[in-house]
């Protein structure tokens, strides 16, 4: 299960990272070559890697159990499915192994923000309030948790302490994923002491955009600004 990745490296002394999970049935050189046309260049920082890894190959069942790069399988896209809790265990050691990664490197995880677009969202809302509370940020773009997840179980236990700040984006067309389930999504875990913003995207698909890629390049420097030292971190 260990993801295969591309990267955008630091043009000078690294010491932060986030990591874009694609979509599923997609990859994660498809997301960079995404981000770098409605950018017209990389999402690129002095200080921050980016890394943009690509889902393992795995029998899913929304298209009757043909192969695609998935994070995770699950019944049916809708807010009502129950998870599959034995695929989720899967994805999440691939997860915790590029988290490792980073931190093994140097980086400590308040200075790792996870983010995603559609499933890779969701994997990423996994990733910052059920396996790894301290990371510095997270970011879903039209993105949703499933009812009764267990995202919510752990948020609910009160065991994590403070939370990552969230940032989340929904196209108000979006008809493969609806934007009522991205705000009922935003809602529960805002009840759950999750704090952050929700941005509709007027005229906007099942898609990232522009504006809220320059959005999320702001929020990210924001989040990791540079360090004044920038010595190499210690964990």
Known sequence: MQPALKTVNATGKHTASVIFF????????NVLE???FLLGRNLEYPHIK???PTAPLQKYTPIDGELSNVWFDRRSVNIAAS???KSLSQCYDAVNQLIDDEVSSGIPLNRIIVGGFSMGGAVALHTAYHLRPSLAGVFAHSSFLN??????DSLESGKAGALPEL????????????????????ENLKKLGVKG???PLRNTLHELKTASLKDLEQWI????????NPVQNKL
């Open 167 to 186: 940032r989340m984006f929904h196209g108000e067309r979006d008809t493969l994923v609806p934007k009522d389930w991205g705000v009922e999504t935003f």
């Open 34 to 36: 995404w981000v770098r």
């Open 50 to 52: 980016i890394l943009y």
């Open 197 to 199: 913003t929700f941005h």
């Open 22 to 29: 694609h979509g599923s049935g997609d990859t994660g050189p």
């Open 83 to 85: 998870e599959s809790k």
């Open 147 to 152: 009812r009764g997840s267990v995202v919510y």
């Open 221 to 228: 420097q924001e989040k990791l600004p540079p360090l004044e």
